[in-house]
């Protein structure tokens, strides 16, 4: 009988461990939601140390661009899909050349957006930041351009590892 005891309390006590266990997990995901994250800062914010007024511009300059590159994407994604559904039509090479060359020039809006949002970026830095800013902008579009698997932005501890 005795021994009878030692195993309900040891069945017990795994029981009560297990419902702390449940508990701690469960607290820790409820409240870990509920906790107000700092915003995370990106790669051009870190870099040229902007303070937290220039951070909000850039990231409504950020998020303005963001909009206008989605926006040029799903278009091209459109153009393209209607491109390539015709893969079982006889179509002349000028009619695909040319619905080519449009596909293009989407492209080439894109790389004029981003010049000039890159510009606007440029402008609200101080002078100082502008000098940084010419060094490093380079190297963002070269990481960005690489091919190879999708990156998600530059090297999370500044510039990329080759630069280094």
């Given at each position: 009988?005795?021994e ?5 309390l ?22 870990s939601k509920?906790?107000?994250?700092e ?15 220039q ?5 409504k300059?950020?998020?303005?661009h ?16 209607a ?28 790389d004029?957006?981003?010049f ?10 101080t ?13 963002l579009?070269?990481s960005?351009?690489r091919?190879?698997?999708?990156r998600?932005g530059?090297?999370?501890?500044g ?6």
């Open positions: 009988m005795k009878n005891s030692k195993f309900r040891l069945w017990v006590a795994v029981g009560v461990l297990l419902l702390l266990n449940i508990s701690l997990l469960a607290w820790i995901s409820f409240f509920m906790l107000p994250r915003p995370q800062r990106l790669f051009l914010e870190t870099e040229l140390k902007f303070d937290e007024k951070a909000e511009a850039y990231r300059l950020r998020h303005e963001a909009e206008q590159m989605r926006s040029l994407r799903d278009g091209v994604k459109e153009m393209k899909e491109y390539y559904a015709d893969l079982d039509k006889t179509i002349s090479e000028d009619s695909l050349k040319e619905r080519a060359e449009k596909i293009e020039g989407r492209m080439v809006e894109a004029v957006i981003t000039k949002h890159f510009q606007q970026v440029r402008e609200m830095c002078p100082e930041q502008q000098k940084h800013f010419d060094e490093v902008i380079i190297e579009i070269r960005l351009e091919p190879g698997p999708p998600r530059p090297h999370p501890e510039m990329p590892p080759e630069r280094r």
